[in-house]
């Protein structure tokens, strides 16, 4: 005779199959505990961290040393009891700036056959020119004006002798008169012609020195 244990096998079988799963259930469950525990209980990760540094004593920062400004030298001007020391005493070597140069030049060639004094009377009246608003503002400018000069030629200067006494006076003569080292006899005349002829515009004109072959005018 077969015995039958189909109903009790069924339910020997149900609870084994609710154990097994029950069994992989709290093993599962078990590993995520595992894991949260160990993710609540890690120390966090340690970062380095700035710390500012504070400085007990000053900081002095340097400053960039400022040039201190250029003073102009003055020369003293040399002491002379005629116009004639005073061209002796003045400097007879430096270069001589282009104005400079200019008013030498017309001194040179206009009247360095003249005294001293008609010399200076001739750098006189150009300077006196580029003071005055009808003419040139510039010592090259008055001398280089159109038909005022009879010594310059298609606006040029002639070669000057340069190894002369006459040019070394000329020089002496135009650093002086520039610097109002001497007070010339012309005052403040604005033209000049030689006596040996006499232009129109002459009489219309104030005569304030004859010296040797000159007449100055204002």
Known sequence: MVRKFTGFTAAVAAIALTTL?????????AQVAAQATEIATAEPEVTEEVVPVFVQNEVVQELPEEAEPEIPVVEEAPRAQSLRELVDAMPATGELSPELQCLAGAIYFESRGEPLAGQLAVAQVIINRAEDRR??????GVVYQRAQFSFVKGGRMPRIRTAT????????????????????????????????VRPSWSRKKIATATIDTHIFYR
């Open 21 to 29: 799963a029950g069994a992989e259930s709290s093993g599962a469950n």
């Open 135 to 140: 003419f040139p503002s510039s010592y090259c």
């Open 165 to 196: 006494a006459a040019w070394t006076k000329a020089k002496a003569l135009a650093r002086i008169a520039h610097r109002g080292l001497w007070e010339s006899e012309a005052g403040d005349a604005l033209f000049f012609h030689a006596k040996y």
